[in-house]
Nanobody, 115 residues
């Protein structure tokens, strides 16, 4: 499975951004899809996931209510809608796919939130 994340860019604090991840080479509808992020100098952090049927789980209070994950199984895409962005959301965002564990990873897309 190949994953291509896109949509990252520079945005002002308080703004919104929608990241996309396109999958190819596998049966997208059987995979759970996840979003992770890694800020400069920090370890990779789990942001959230969405099951094949669309059930979502988010990591921490810092993103709950601001970030929303959705998927389109027909188009083999998953999205991360990010609202009310904060400077601390600055990171490279990665999408991942898997069944029991996240076995497949995309290359990441950089999100920079300016204050």
């Amino acid at each position: 499975v190949q994953l291509q994340a896109s949509g990252g860019r520079l945005v002002q604090a308080g703004g919104s951004l929608r990241l996309s991840c396109a999958a190819s080479g596998g049966t997208f509808s059987v995979y759970s899809m996840g979003w992770f992020r890694q800020a400069p100098g920090k370890e990779r952090e789990f942001v959230g996931r969405i099951s094949p049927s669309g059930v979502t789980l988010y990591s921490a209070d810092s993103v709950k209510g601001r970030f929303t994950i959705s998927r389109n199984n027909l188009q083999s895409t998953v999205h991360l809608q990010m609202n009310s962005l904060r400077p601390e959301d600055t990171a490279t965002y990665y999408c991942a796919a898997g069944i029991d564990t996240f076995s497949y990873w995309g290359q990441g897309t950089l999100v920079t939130v300016s204050s």
